[in-house]
Structure formats: C-alpha cells, structure tokens
C-alpha cells in the first residue's frame, strides 16, 4: 500500500510563494510517475504538473507554466512544487498522485493513489 501525505499548504498574499511536499512511503517510490493535482470548489480536479520517474521530463498546465516547478528526490522519498507568483484563482485544495508507470500523463484517470490534499489560499 502507498502513503501519500501532502504538507506546505497556507494562506498567502497574492505575488506570494509557497513549496508544497508530498512525502511517500514504500520503497518503489522511484518506480513512480507523480503528479500534483488542485481542485477549487465547483470545480474539476486538474492537473497542474507531473514529473518522470526519474525526474528529466515534466508536464505543466498553461495556467502555471513559468510560476510553478516541480520536482523530486528519489533519495528521500519526496515531490515538490514550487509556487511562485500566486494568484487568487490558485486557491483550491492541492493533492498529490502516484501513477506506477513510466510514462507522465496528466489525467487524473491514470493516477493509482492519492493523498489526502493541502488547502491553499491567496488571497487578493
């Protein structure tokens, strides 16, 4: 079984930054695909960015592309995304994924586990 626990979430200023963590457990935890995914209420969960098993090939939606990266570090079991620049309409509740597959896709569907999410709020 997969663990994933999100953590970094908060209350900012718009122009503001925040670093999100998603800590994993299991020890095939480079044999994964990840991504992180936002949900804002009345809204569909979206990806916002995914990562490669190895960390070379990333995937960005256009609303954060240039203000957002993510990253890994296989050695601790650990995904990041690094949020710069927010903006109001970020605010949602932010989750990571887990898809055990090389290849990175950014549809929700293809995602095997999931954590519990991370609130985020920017405010105007």
């Known amino acids: 079984q997969v663990q994933l626990v999100e953590s970094g979430g908060g209350l900012v200023q718009a122009g503001g930054s925040l670093r999100l963590s998603c800590a994993a457990s299991g020890r095939t935890f480079r044999s994964w695909s990840m991504g992180w995914f936002r949900q804002a209420p009345g809204k569909e969960r979206e990806c916002v960015a995914a990562?490669?098993?190895?960390?070379?090939?990333?995937r960005y939606a256009d609303s954060v592309k240039g203000r957002f990266t993510i990253s890994r570090d296989n050695a601790k079991n650990t995904v990041y995304l690094q949020m710069n620049i927010l903006k109001p309409e970020d605010t949602a509740v932010y989750y990571c994924?887990?898809?055990?597959?090389?290849?990175?896709?950014?549809?929700?569907?293809?995602?095997?586990?999931w954590g519990q999410g991370t609130q985020v709020t920017v405010s105007s």
């Open positions: 990562i490669s098993i190895g960390g070379g090939v990333t």
């Open positions: 994924a887990a898809e055990q597959d090389y290849v990175v896709t950014m549809r929700v569907a293809e995602y095997d586990y």
